[in-house]
Structures are given as C-alpha cells and as structure tokens.
C-alpha cells in the first residue's frame, strides 16, 4: 500500500513562499507520475501542477505557472511544491497525489493514492 505524507505547510503574509513536500512510502510503477492540488473551503479540489517520474516532464495550470515550481527527488521518492509570490486566494488545504502514468488535465478521480494534506494560510 502506496502512503503519501505531505509537509511544509503553514502561514505566510502575502507575497511570501512556502516549499511543499511529498514523500512516498515506497516507489513503484504505480506512483510515477505525482501532482499536487488544492481546496480552499466551498470550493472543489482543483489540480496544480504534476511531474513524471520517468521523463521528468513537469505540467502547471494557470493558478500556478510562473509562481511555483514543482520537482523531484528520486532518490527520496520526494515531490516538492515550491511557491511564491503567494496570495490570500492561495490559502487552502494543498494534497499530493500519486497515479501511474502521466495524465493531463488534472482531475481528481484520476488519482488512487493521496495524502492526508497539509493548510497553507496567506494573510494579507
């Protein structure tokens, strides 16, 4: 059984960073490729960014492109969601999610593996 524990949230003023992580319990075929998503309160859960661990291909929605980066450690079975310039509309409940395969858009019923999530609050 695929676990994913996520850190690194926490509160930050507007205009700060926060790195996220995602590590996996163990790495198989089966969580090759990991993506992150979010859920503010009342809202659905909406995909972010995604990276394969096999071609190293990185994917981002327009919520994201050119604040965060996502990344990889390998040997660490490790994601990474690096943020910036965050905004008080970033605050929310940020998940990892893990699938085999890369698949493109983003969508929450594709993934069978999750993490438990971590807060992100940005404060203006």
């Known amino acids: 059984q695929v676990q994913l524990v996520e850190s690194g949230g926490g509160s930050v003023q507007a205009g700060g960073s926060l790195r996220l992580s995602c590590a996996a319990s163990?790495?198989?075929?089966?969580?090759?490729?990991m993506a992150w998503f979010r859920q503010a309160p009342g809202n659905e859960r909406e995909g972010l960014a995604a990276i394969s661990f096999i071609t190293s291909f990185t994917y981002y929605t327009d919520s994201v492109k050119g604040r965060s980066t996502i990344s990889q450690d390998n040997t660490k079975n490790t994601v990474y969601l690096q943020m910036n310039s965050l905004k008080p509309e970033d605050t929310a409940i940020y998940y990892c999610a893990a699938r085999a395969g890369a698949r493109w858009p983003l969508a929450e019923a594709d993934f069978p593996y999750w993490g438990q999530g971590t807060q992100v609050t940005v404060s203006s």
């Open positions: 163990v790495y198989t075929t089966s969580v090759n490729y």
